[in-house]
């Protein structure tokens, strides 16, 4: 399911218009987006978590060449599913 069909099945469950459907869904992705920028958890309760987490500074092989590279510390997003997901 793409954003698109995410957004139909949204407005066809809650009887809003398909462009409220979407602003709705846009506010969420970006206020779920901007606190995990902040470095805040945010915790769906029944859904799951989503939270950043620092990934350590690492040496990897390239698997075209064989050639050892550094692969820098980073932020990424994780996502935890909850117990009432599936």
């Not at 869904?25 to 769906?44: D, F, S, Y």
């Not at 050639?67 to 935890?80: D, G, L, Q, W």
């Amino acid at each position: 399911m793409n954003k698109t069909e995410l957004v139909n099945a949204m407005a066809a469950k809650t009887g809003m218009t398909k462009t409220a459907s979407k602003q709705a869904m846009t506010a969420c992705l970006e206020t779920i987006q901007e606190q995990l920028k902040k470095g805040n958890k945010v915790t769906l309760i029944g859904f799951g978590t989503f939270s950043v987490v620092k990934r350590k500074a690492r040496t990897a092989k390239n698997p075209q060449n064989g050639k050892t590279v550094k692969v820098p510390a980073k932020k990424v997003a994780k996502f935890k599913a909850g117990s009432k997901l599936i």
